[in-house]
């Protein structure tokens, strides 16, 4: 069965870092690019990062480029959001999601349950 | 903030058929394949329909996908009260070199 398990996420203050972990089984992880998307209180899906298989390209969201870094290790099978200088209004729930082929050009065909980020003083 | 537009709900009786719209651009919809996702409440985004038109393994004939030039459709026919869910569309988006979802459209039966 294929599966991808969220965690690293919780309360943090504006300004500070938080990294997501995205942990996989049931596939073969190095054959297939990988999505970050979010969706706050409420409110509809946003695309975050997307990654190739190889980490050979690597897109982010205009909102989140310039703080977030997203990264892979396909040895572990796991995918990472690092999150700095956070804000408000990054507050959301966090799901990693597989993408259909080696490339993220590719739409996401599995998700995860999520993980929830609340930035708050 | 959403670049493709949809309706905010749509709602129908058990049996009728509902129809999501979903609104891009030339960037987007216009030149990229469409894909739907249903959302039951309080669970992860499903993949409904991909490029288009096709359904996944598991996912009832009941639900089809359809586009025309800048614009994407979703159809339920046969409703049943388990579809009441959020539905989202999405493209990639060539000007933002990302992805991009629709507002999403809370789906209702009555």
């Known amino acids: 069965e294929v599966q991808l398990v969220e965690s690293g996420g919780g309360l943090v203050q504006p300004g500070r870092s938080l990294r997501l972990s995205c942990e996989v089984s049931?596939?073969?992880?190095?054959?297939?690019?990988m999505h970050w998307v979010r969706q706050a209180p409420g409110k509809g899906l946003e695309w975050v990062s997307s990654i190739t298989w190889n980490s050979g390209s690597i897109i982010y969201a205009d909102s989140v480029k310039g703080r977030f870094t997203i990264s892979r290790d396909n040895a572990k099978k796991s995918l990472y959001l690092q999150m700095n200088s956070l804000r408000v209004e990054d507050t959301a729930l966090y799901y990693c999601a597989r993408a259909k082929g080696s490339t993220y050009y590719y739409y996401m065909d599995v998700w995860g349950k999520g993980t929830t980020v609340t930035v708050s003083s | 903030q959403s670049v493709l537009t949809q309706p905010p709900s749509e709602s129908g009786t058990p049996g009728q058929r509902v129809t999501i719209s979903c609104s891009g651009s030339?960037?987007?919809?216009?030149?990229?394949?469409v894909n739907w996702y249903q959302q039951l409440p309080g669970t992860a985004p499903k993949l409904l329909i991909y490029?288009?038109?096709y359904r996944p393994s598991g996912v009832p004939d009941r639900f089809s996908g359809s586009k025309s030039g800048t614009s994407a459709s979703l159809a339920i026919s046969g409703l049943q009260s388990e579809d009441e869910a959020d539905y989202h569309c999405?493209?990639?988006?060539?000007?933002?070199?990302?992805?991009?979802f629709g507002t999403g459209t809370k789906v209702t039966v009555l």
């Open positions: 490029s288009n038109n």
């Open positions: 049931g596939f073969t992880f190095e054959d297939y690019a």
């Open positions: 999405s493209a990639w988006d060539d000007s933002l070199n990302g992805y991009v």
């Open positions: 030339s960037s987007n919809i216009g030149s990229k394949t």
